[in-house]
């Protein structure tokens, strides 16, 4: 999906919403930004922002054009922006990879600015429950082996708050048009778009949205 269906309606999904509420011409950091495919789906959305990405790997070729990109170990070192830098954060599926949160925590408390907000992604603790994919692709939590640990949103909320950051908001992350599309699926063959569908159905992941005072 495009976002730039998104601008008009972006409470669809739950991603979208929060970065449709950054400021203009703001600046947007993802923490964890992967291969880059929702960084670019951020940029469709809201082309007016400024964008920053850090992963220990990453592919930063394939993020969005005039992205700053910085590489490192969110359990060991510190990041390079000043502080107050930043008007959005997101980060995303990275925190059930962590052992210590500590680091990224006060790192996320330091580059806010005064108003700021970060948005924090997770499985589900359902997810424990739902049965294996069995290596196609991952609906139990431990179908991948990098995962270390639920983080309820609970733990979010605790360790936003050790860092000066106020909770503001908690649900399950959906995009409202993959959840409904799923029935439509559910007879098909597996495939990438009957499991992107299930999992929005389902509530597969969990969010925090939390605010630098």
Not at 22 to 39: E, F
Not at 106 to 113: P, V
Request: contains cysteine.
């Amino acid at each position: 999906m495009n976002w730039r269906i998104l601008r008009t309606i972006p409470w669809i999904d739950t991603r979208a919403r929060f970065v449709a509420e950054t400021p203009a011409h703001g600046n947007l950091l993802d923490v964890g930004a992967s291969n880059g495919d929702t960084l670019n789906h951020f940029a469709e959305l809201r082309p007016d922002l400024r964008f920053f990405a850090t992963d220990i790997a990453g592919s930063p070729e394939k993020y969005p054009v005039g992205t700053e990109f910085h590489r490192g170990n969110l359990e060991r070192d510190p990041l390079p922006w000043p502080n107050s830098s930043f008007d959005s954060i997101t980060c995303m599926h990275l925190v059930e990879h962590l052992h210590d949160h500590s680091l990224l925590f006060s790192e996320i408390g330091r580059l806010l600015k005064p108003g700021g907000r970060v948005y924090f992604e997770t499985p589900h603790p359902k997810t424990l429950d739902l049965p294996s994919a069995k290596g196609k692709f991952t609906l139990n939590f431990f179908d991948d082996s990098t995962h270390v640990d639920v983080v309820t949103t609970d733990k979010l909320a605790n360790l936003s708050a050790t860092n000066g950051l106020l909770t503001l908001r908690t649900g399950i992350s959906r995009n409202l048009i993959f959840a409904a599309a799923y029935p439509l699926f559910f007879l098909c063959q597996p495939s990438r778009k009957r499991f992107t569908a299930q999992t929005h159905w389902i509530g597969w992941s969990a969010y925090l949205i939390a605010k630098k005072p």
